[in-house]
């Protein structure tokens, strides 16, 4: 596993057992907008834990963001994030 930046997301986000990929990303201020999470999806350009994310209705789990290893998330060919809930 690449050494990443973190990114630490707040329980009171999360008000379901699942969040969408594309509101996932978003709210971890690693893309500007939907439309440029859905563009990189569109492209095959994001993987979640070495999976690559094919679909914009794809539901992340929220108790994978509680794990300690969080998920990893990579962003077209170099850019990585550990997304996290704190606490």
């Keep these: 596993r690449p050494e990443a930046p973190e990114v630490l997301l707040t329980l009171r986000d999360f008000p379901g057992a699942t969040i969408n990929i594309v509101d996932l990303l978003t709210l971890s201020k690693l893309f500007p907008s939907k439309s440029e999470v859905r ?14 994310v ?5 539901e992340v789990d929220v108790s994978r963001l509680k ?5 990893l998330m990579k962003k077209g ?3 990585f994030h550990v997304l996290k809930i704190k606490g």
Excluded: F, N, V, Y
Aim: aromatic share 0%; no cysteine; net charge negative.
């Design 77 to 79: 060919k170099k850019s």
């Design 39 to 52: 563009r990189m999806i569109e492209q095959g350009g994001l993987t979640l834990d070495g999976e690559k």
């Design 67 to 71: 794990d300690p290893e969080g998920i």
């Design 54 to 58: 094919d679909a914009m209705t794809l």
